[in-house]
């Protein structure tokens, strides 16, 4: 399939990127373009990376990044992107782009520059980016003072800036579940920090587990005495899923925590970068 893509191409586009070298990376932009929406993005690269095949500009420094960014080469597909020019007519794109896979790589404060000295016309997009960038490093103030200019008209970032105004009240609105409480209440009933926790079967299974033993050392208690066996091992057994099920319950919230925020990193990072796709056809 990828043959016959390839001979459908070359009858519809110029056939300058057969020529050795020194043409125009912009002759061929429609023909790189057909090759990467086709799934022939080796192909695209193959050609763009050639020595010597184009003379340099600023297309073909775009349509590289591009390239790289489609095969999901990040870290040169982000130093491609802000290598292209501001003057350039794809800077827009390669800016917002360029921030995007920034954050996909773990890097959420060198874009704020960047995007903060944008003065062009995607100052919506701008700002949905410097307030997911906002979340991604824990700043609550810089993203109150982004989201404030979020216009909730743009169909393309509506639902984004919805999405990231929800993570924004999860993370600094609601009362976060606290470790500590939980493993409190379990303290006192055990199995209740895990109820807590929001894990009902494992909170009534440790009721059930240290009520009953606690029970059974008890009844041998009152019969054989505090230093029988029978007493000693099912209360020793008692104790052990006692302060088991108060450390269980308070690990518990600090996992549920961390998986929220884990998802709500996965959130941000998709609210800031799919929508380029429909603001940038």
Same mark, same amino acid.
């Given at each position: 399939?990828?043959?016959?893509?390839?001979?459908?191409?070359?009858?519809?586009?110029?056939?300058?990127?057969?020529?050795?070298? #020194?043409?125009?990376?912009?002759?061929?932009?429609?023909?790189?373009?057909?090759?990467?929406? #086709?799934?022939?993005?080796?192909?695209?690269?193959?050609?763009?990376?050639?020595?010597?095949?184009?003379?340099?500009?600023?297309?073909?420094?775009?349509?590289?990044?591009?390239?790289?960014?489609?095969?999901?080469?990040? @870290?040169?597909?982000?130093?491609?992107?802000?290598?292209?020019?501001?003057?350039?007519?794809?800077?827009?794109?390669?800016?917002?782009?360029?921030?995007?896979?920034?954050?996909?790589?773990?890097?959420?404060?060198?874009?704020?520059?960047?995007?903060?000295?944008?003065?062009?016309?995607?100052? @919506?997009?701008? #700002?949905?980016?410097?307030?997911?960038?906002?979340?991604?490093?824990?700043?609550?103030?810089?993203?109150?003072?982004?989201?404030?200019?979020?216009?909730?008209?743009?169909?393309?970032?509506?639902?984004?800036?919805?999405?990231?105004?929800?993570?924004?009240?999860?993370?600094?609105?609601?009362?976060?579940?606290?470790?500590?409480?939980?493993?409190?209440?379990?303290?006192?009933?055990?199995?209740?920090?895990?109820?807590?926790?929001?894990?009902?079967?494992?909170?009534?299974?440790?009721?059930?587990?240290?009520?009953?033993?606690?029970?059974?050392?008890?009844?041998?208690?009152?019969?054989?005495?505090?230093?029988?066996?029978?007493?000693?091992?099912?209360?020793?057994?008692?104790?052990?899923?006692?302060?088991? #099920?108060?450390?269980?319950?308070?690990?518990?919230?600090?996992?549920?925590?961390?998986?929220?925020?884990?998802?709500?990193?996965?959130?941000?990072?998709?609210?800031?970068?799919?929508?380029?796709?429909?603001?940038?056809?």
């Amino acid at each position: 399939m990828k043959r016959i893509a390839v001979i459908l191409a070359l009858a519809l586009f110029p056939a300058s990127f057969l020529s050795a070298q #020194n043409t125009w990376a912009s002759d061929d932009f429609d023909f790189v373009e057909y090759l990467i929406d #086709n799934g022939l993005k080796a192909d695209a690269k193959a050609l763009l990376f050639r020595d010597a095949t184009y003379f340099p500009s600023d297309t073909l420094t775009y349509l590289r990044a591009w390239t790289a960014y489609n095969l999901k080469e990040l @870290e040169t597909a982000e130093k491609l992107f802000k290598a292209v020019p501001s003057g350039s007519p794809f800077a827009d794109k390669s800016l917002f782009y360029s921030a995007a896979v920034s954050a996909h790589l773990g890097d959420y404060l060198e874009p704020v520059g960047r995007l903060q000295a944008y003065s062009g016309d995607y100052q @919506e997009v701008k #700002n949905l980016q410097l307030a997911g960038l906002a979340l991604l490093r824990d700043d609550p103030e810089a993203f109150r003072e982004a989201s404030q200019h979020f216009g909730y008209s743009d169909f393309a970032l509506q639902q984004p800036e919805k999405e990231l105004g929800v993570i924004y009240s999860q993370r600094y609105e609601e009362k976060a579940k606290s470790p500590w409480l939980a493993a409190a209440a379990s303290a006192v009933v055990p199995g209740l920090g895990k109820v807590y926790a929001g894990n009902l079967g494992e909170g009534i299974a440790a009721f059930l587990i240290t009520g009953a033993l606690g029970a059974i050392t008890a009844e041998h208690w009152v019969k054989d005495g505090p230093g029988d066996w029978k007493t000693i091992v099912p209360g020793a057994l008692c104790a052990v899923f006692y302060i088991g #099920n108060i450390y269980g319950s308070y690990v518990s919230v600090s996992i549920q925590q961390t998986k929220l925020k884990d998802a709500q990193t996965t959130a941000v990072l998709y609210n800031i970068h799919i929508p380029l796709r429909s603001v940038f056809k």
